[in-house]
């Protein structure tokens, strides 16, 4: 029996927040580290595919999925029976210095479903600790200490994974110094035309470089999709001077952009391929997939005592099994479904609306200011839709990739009605500053807009 009910959704039966969340909003701020940012106070007790509960029986149409997290949606029936028949045989032991066999099968599995060659694969928890896995990997085999990450990107939050990291400033503030020897260049073929043309000349030769990192589609950057020749011909200044090229896959993977990996999409291979959040379906998996002659480090170079956890492993098999099994093909066609309700709405809104971008269920909305994506943010939470903002002025949408036509087609009328109210409020803003100005009421600078 389902734990949502037959309710519609969204279905919104109290303010938003509700009396409940924001006791416990209240509460949360009392004992957590006010590093946490929150993006606005949702507080979810229970989920089923697209939907979330949250403390105040609100139903809301998840179209974030955590951080493109929850792949297989909420509580998926197949990953809830695999993980609660592993619960009762083994919950842990450490697969760095024993032979778990759900290790070495996950590992296995990886590695088949790879972009690239033949290769061997580290298990970790998370996203950043994948990055750091492969930061020390190619440094170590290539015997060169410098790497290379674009603006815009984000890597996660530990030192070598934050010094990568390039969205924004406050990521790095009260830190320094980070890790050396990080070069950044804009993400992009100009960042290419600088890589080569100032950094390597100016700063550090190009063999003197281990590894370049880059999102195939940057995640926190602002949901930004490259131009058509730009991996390719990072892949080709990688070849031409040994460095090896890093695919951080862990937001564009796991068949959200309606392919396995991202970097499919233009037949790129790289050398080591980072991966985590959706692959696993909210369990704690991260991965670093490297070509097999690329990991040539030893026993003891690097290990993790939690990485590979059995429960969390038979979720990442059976979140695969999913993903080949449909989920993958569906996110691409949702995604032409949404694109095709979303694209007009840049010439409905040429003031707020810059652009709208994506591959399959990674679409972003770009809009004129950060305050707008907020505005707009807000106003689908009170909808019962939950949206986040990405990079300065981007909203992204990234719903579970079990999302049905029917779901997209709710979900995206009320994102547009929430973009519809923002703009009628800027209007009746304007209007009220006009009429001020008018009778004299504003400073002659505001009269003029200078």
């Known amino acids: 029996m389902s734990v949502i009910g037959a309710r519609p959704v969204p279905s919104i039966v109290t303010e938003v927040p509700g009396p409940r969340a924001q006791a416990q909003v209240a509460f949360d701020r009392m004992w957590t580290s006010p590093s946490l940012p929150r993006a606005y106070p949702f507080v979810p007790v229970r989920g089923e595919g697209c939907t979330l509960e949250d403390i105040d029986g609100n139903l809301f149409l998840d179209f974030n999925a955590g951080i493109a997290v929850n792949a297989t949606g909420h509580c998926h029936p197949r990953l809830v029976a695999a993980m609660s028949r592993q619960v009762t045989e083994l919950l842990h032991y450490c697969g760095a210095d024993f032979f778990l066999p759900q290790y070495a099968q996950a590992a296995a599995e990886l590695a088949r479903i790879a972009p690239m060659g033949p290769c061997k694969v580290f ?13 020390k990997l190619a440094r170590h085999h290539t015997k060169r200490q410098n790497v290379v990450a674009f603006i815009g990107a984000f890597h996660g939050r530990t030192y070598g994974a934050v010094s990568l990291s390039a969205s924004k400033a406050k990521y790095h503030a009260g830190y320094g110094p980070l890790l050396p020897g990080v070069y950044h260049v804009p993400f992009g073929s100009a960042g290419l035309d600088e890589l080569e043309g100032r950094v390597f000349k ?17 995640g926190e950057g602002g949901y930004v999709v490259p131009d058509p020749d730009f991996l390719p011909r990072l892949r080709h200044i990688c070849d031409r001077h040994g460095i090896l090229l890093v695919a951080d896959e862990v937001q564009s993977g796991a068949g959200r952009t ?6 499919e999409h233009w037949g790129v291979e790289p050398d080591i391929l980072v991966t985590a959040k959706g692959i696993a379906s909210g369990m704690p998996v991260g991965a670093m997939v490297a070509r097999a002659e690329r990991m040539t480090w030893g026993p003891g170079a690097h290990g993790s005592t939690y990485g590979g956890n059995p429960v969390a492993l038979v979720a990442m098999l059976e979140t695969i099994k999913l993903l080949e099994e449909g989920l993958i093909a569906n996110a691409a066609e949702r995604g032409v479904q949404a694109m095709a309700i979303l694209r007009p709405l840049a010439e409905r809104f040429p003031a707020m609306i810059r652009d709208v971008r994506g591959l399959g269920l ?10 707008t994506a907020e505005a707009v943010q807000l106003a689908a939470f009170r909808r019962g839709v939950l949206v986040l903002q990405a990079g300065d002025d981007c909203v992204r949408i990234s719903p579970p990739l079990v999302i049905t036509a029917d779901e997209m087609k709710t979900g995206l009328g009320l994102f547009i009605e929430a973009i519809e109210e923002v703009a009628a409020d800027r209007v009746k803003v304007l209007a009220k500053v006009h009429e001020a100005a008018a009778m004299g009421q504003l400073e002659p600078t505001l009269q003029t807009g200078s």
């Open 123 to 135: 298990i970790g928890n998370s996203g950043t600790e994948a990055v750091e896995a492969a930061i």
């Open 202 to 218: 100016r700063f550090a030769p190009a063999e003197e470089f281990a590894a370049i990192f880059v999102e195939p589609v940057q």
């Open 258 to 263: 309606g392919r396995m990996w991202a970097i």
């Open 362 to 371: 990674m679409l972003g909305v770009q809009f004129d200011s950060g305050d």
